[in-house]
């Protein structure tokens, strides 16, 4: 199934800078000093005797047995000290309180644990006993006016000022060893936070990256060989006035080798090659940003000649003045305006370039797209067919292939893939042969590595006969259809075996890269994509949900037919389509409200729904027509579950598809 910016070198404003919590990984160290302290002091010095709290009772009959030597009285709270030690409870109490009864039950366990002290402490019950204080003396207690118990000098001030002690040293130091490695952006650079954390890699190496690395975009490549030239004999153009471009710009699809094609440049200049992403440059805190941007050029010019490239700079580099909380003091237009002030210091006499990718240009900064700024922009496309065969023959080196592999036959199966999705498929392929136990990769892991890669894995579903039959009959009603329709891509492979989402697959392949798509060549593909509900309801007779990804997509075409292409005449050429990102792919949505009217929409789901209820009809027909080979290609799936192209011709005794001829004409 188918403002006005700081210049270069000066320190963030105090207001920019905020105090910080260490880094997360210094946190244990915080939990180890006051353990320290903790032990440290309780050794040099141990706690005194800790008092037990006592009934008042207790108190009385202790102080009766003459066994009370001193006391200390704090309102209601008397604190004392025995002249034997005395445990409480008793085991005597503990005794009393067993389990006789619910009640005993609670009151053993109302009881504190047992101790045993040579200090107390208990309470005045709350009538006053005026008989105490002649009792005492009579017992010879001494009744004190200080604490009975205090702990030294020297103790109370280590464990008040200790740990706060300790955790200003720790500070300290990590604050002097932050200086020693040069991440003090001003006050704000404590722990490093100012400094850029840019990947600088040294194109003097072995294993580094040249333009032999890179294949399948060759027009990318030329643009940017007078960059490479530029670095490596820069008097050559200064001699006559003339400087090397600021910055380069390199847009293109996710995977087409962007970043790539910018270590490339730097190999082959043989400069230091300093990679950062845009995220990496925004914090929580203000003004962090545009620190690490001019700790970076300031790395840059210490190593000139070199190259600085920036990753999906949109992330920071989008047109300010919308509606951005915070205004010209965010964060991410503070980075921005550094990184424009940056572009503005150095000359191209420097060796300082920039380079910079991104899949979203249409929503950079008119400021950071002027000439003296991004001078060049370069658009890394898609690799053809020709494009893709090199990137497979480059990824290939190391693999050990079988005879039968065939590359060209590969970079014909795979339009619309890019450098990193051939790159996994060879991957795939590799690990695939791998638990096969094979000694080289043949021909069928690449394919086998193919459909997982489009289609997802194989699923252990366990189907019923008739589920299989009706699965069928819907992939055979894709391959038949494309087999009938003129200017269908050729039928590469049809599966019934489940893989990801779907029950069954229909697979096509175009035989060439295609760039512009005449109309009936749409009308083709969405007669096809209809082909599996047609196939179930001219055998059936009834409709199943296995429809709905064809649906899906064959309305999206049709829409686009309509509402971009201008394909309708009763529309007309007029653009309706929300924004198109051609190199996200799919619409953004549409800002803020449609661009037509009630009555036009209801004119562009009218011709969406024509034109999708005509190429239905028109699959139904082909269908009954060619019933038997629609049979035939069922009873070899039924058999085989896959078929190739060649079996597909062979069982339905049908040619390939006829090429387009004349004009279209319209239903």
């Not at 910018?262 to 203000?286: D, L, R």
């Not at 919308?322 to 010209?328: A, E, Q, S, V």
């Not at 082909?531 to 649906?551: C, L, P, S």
């Amino acid at each position: 199934m188918n403002g006005t910016s700081p210049s270069p070198g000066t320190k963030l404003p105090p207001k920019l800078t905020r105090p910080t919590l260490p880094p997360r990984k210094y946190w244990p160290w915080f939990v180890f000093i006051l353990l320290v302290n903790y032990l440290l002091m309780s050794y040099l010095f141990p706690p005194g005797d800790a008092p037990v709290t006592v009934p008042y009772t207790v108190f009385r009959e202790e102080a009766g047995k003459n066994n009370v030597s001193a006391i200390y009285s704090r309102g209601t709270t008397i604190e004392g000290r025995f002249r034997a030690p005395v445990t409480w409870p008793t085991p005597e109490d503990i005794k009393q309180a067993g389990p006789t009864s619910a009640r005993s039950a609670i009151d053993r366990r109302l009881l504190p644990p047992a101790r045993t002290s040579s200090h107390f402490e208990t309470e005045l019950p709350t009538f006053f006993d005026r008989d105490l204080e002649p009792f005492l003396i009579q017992h010879n207690v001494e009744i004190s006016a200080v604490p009975i118990q205090q702990a030294s000098a020297w103790a109370t001030l280590l464990y008040g000022f200790g740990p706060a002690v300790l955790i200003i040293a720790f500070y300290v130091w990590m604050y002097r060893r932050a200086a020693a490695q040069g991440g003090m952006g001003g006050m704000g650079g404590v722990f490093g936070i100012g400094r850029s954390k840019a990947r600088r890699y040294d194109t003097e190496t072995a294993d580094r990256i040249t333009f032999n690395d890179v294949a399948g975009i060759d027009e990318a490549e030329s643009e940017l060989v007078e960059i490479v030239d530029f670095l490596k004999a820069p008097g050559k153009y200064t001699r006559l006035g003339g400087s090397a471009p600021k910055g380069v710009l390199l847009i293109g699809s996710p995977g087409t080798g962007k970043t790539l094609l910018a270590k490339a440049v730097a190999g082959e200049a043989g400069v230091p090659f300093f990679s950062m992403s845009a995220a990496e440059f925004v914090e929580m805190i203000v003004g962090v940003g545009a620190a690490r941007v001019r700790d970076l050029f300031k790395q840059a010019r210490e190593s000139a000649p070199a190259i600085i490239f920036i990753d999906e700079i949109d992330a920071i580099g989008r047109a300010r003045g919308g509606m951005m909380m915070g205004g010209g003091h965010s964060e991410q237009e503070q980075t921005l305006q550094q990184i424009l002030t940056e572009m503005d210091g150095f000359s191209g006499r420097e060796g300082i370039i920039v380079l910079a990718a991104t899949n979203q240009p249409d929503v950079l900064d008119r400021a950071l797209l002027r000439p003296g700024r991004f001078d060049r922009r370069v658009v890394v496309n898609l690799p053809d067919k020709v494009g893709r065969e090199a990137i497979v023959r480059v990824h290939v080196r190391k693999v050990p292939l079988d005879p039968d592999v065939n590359l060209e036959e590969l970079a014909q199966a795979t339009p619309g893939f890019s450098g990193a999705d051939l790159k996994n498929l060879v991957n795939e392929a590799a690990l695939l042969a791998a638990r096969r136990s094979e000694d080289a990769v043949h021909h069928k892991d690449f394919l086998d590595a193919l459909e997982k890669i489009v289609l997802g894995p194989e699923r252990p579903l366990l189907l019923g006969p008739e589920d299989r039959e009706r699965i069928a009959y819907h992939e055979s009603g894709h391959a038949v259809l494309g087999l009938l329709v003129p200017g269908a891509d050729p039928v590469h492979r049809v599966s019934i075996v489940p893989r990801g989402q779907a029950l069954g697959v229909t697979y096509q392949r175009p035989q060439t890269d295609r760039y512009n798509y005449p109309e009936a060549y749409l009308r083709a593909r969405i007669i096809g994509m209809l082909g599996g509900r047609a196939a179930e309801e001219v055998v059936y007779g009834t409709r199943t949900t296995g429809a709905e990804n064809d649906i899906e997509q064959a309305t999206q075409l049709a829409r686009n037919m309509v509402t971009r292409w201008g394909m309708s005449d009763a529309v007309g050429m007029v653009q309706l389509a929300p924004a198109h990102n051609p190199y996200l792919g799919g619409p953004s949505g549409y800002m803020g409200e449609k661009p037509f009217s009630e009555q036009t929409g209801n004119l562009i789901d009218a011709e969406v729904q024509r034109i999708i209820n005509e190429c239905h009809e028109e699959a139904k027909r082909l269908l009954r027509e060619h019933r038997a080979a629609l049979d035939a290609l069922v009873a070899a799936l039924l058999k085989q579950e896959t078929v190739s192209e060649q079996e597909i011709l062979q069982a339905t005794g049908l040619p390939s598809a006829p090429l387009l001829e004349g004009r279209p004409v319209r239903g």
